[in-house]
């Protein structure tokens, strides 16, 4: 850390001040973005620091990038139409009626068709 201090020396000053540290015992972490995606480090070192009563982590290690894959809405109804048709053997409009019908809800479309 500090050329020419002896590690130990080092543990008892950060002890003297109020600082410890924790290695946890770790193999990935993943950090989830506001935006959907991923940082994922693999594989992880890390170590928790107490310090004056706050407590955080130090993460190394390779970091790699996952972005959301977004689907849209109309995707998304066109995926449930199509699982209504799977599950119910209905036609393409009764099952877009019964989505509508069931505001999106798909397995009480599901349901409603079933019956």
Same mark, same amino acid.
């Given at each position: 850390?500090?050329? !020419? ?6 543990? /008892? ?65 066109? %995926? ?8 119910? !053997?209905?036609?393409?409009?009764? %099952?877009?009626? /019964? ?7 798909? %397995? ?8």
């Amino acid at each position: 850390m500090f050329p !020419g201090i002896n590690p130990k020396q080092m543990q /008892a000053a950060m002890k003297q001040m109020g600082i410890s540290q924790t290695e946890i015992d770790a193999s990935r972490v993943i950090i989830e973005k506001a935006d959907g995606g991923k940082i994922i480090i693999e594989p992880a070192n890390v170590v928790k620091i107490k310090m004056q009563g706050e407590e955080s982590f130090q993460v190394t290690g390779e970091i790699r990038e996952e972005e959301e894959e977004v689907q849209s809405e109309e995707e998304s109804k066109e %995926a449930d139409i199509k699982t209504i048709i799977e599950k119910t !053997g209905c036609s393409k409009k009764q %099952a877009e009626k /019964a989505l509508d019908d069931a505001d999106g809800d798909l %397995a009480e479309a599901i349901l409603e068709l079933s019956s």
